[in-house]
């Protein structure tokens, strides 16, 4: 089962598959990392602090 490299949480194959680079099979981060963030091909540190509206 695919999860976050960064905070072990559950996402799906399609995600992985859509937001990681070719060739991984877990994603660098997810939505749910409040302290990494994707930009572009890159992964850095959040420069402020994420709120899910879930």
């Not at 859509?18 to 890159?42: L, S, T, Y």
């Amino acid at each position: 089962m695919p999860e976050c490299q960064n905070c072990g949480s559950f996402v799906s194959r399609d995600y992985v598959r859509v937001f990681a680079p070719e060739g991984f099979e877990d994603a660098r981060v997810c939505p749910h990392c409040e302290d990494m963030i994707r930009e572009g091909a890159a992964v850095r540190d959040a420069r402020s602090r994420r709120v899910s509206s879930l």
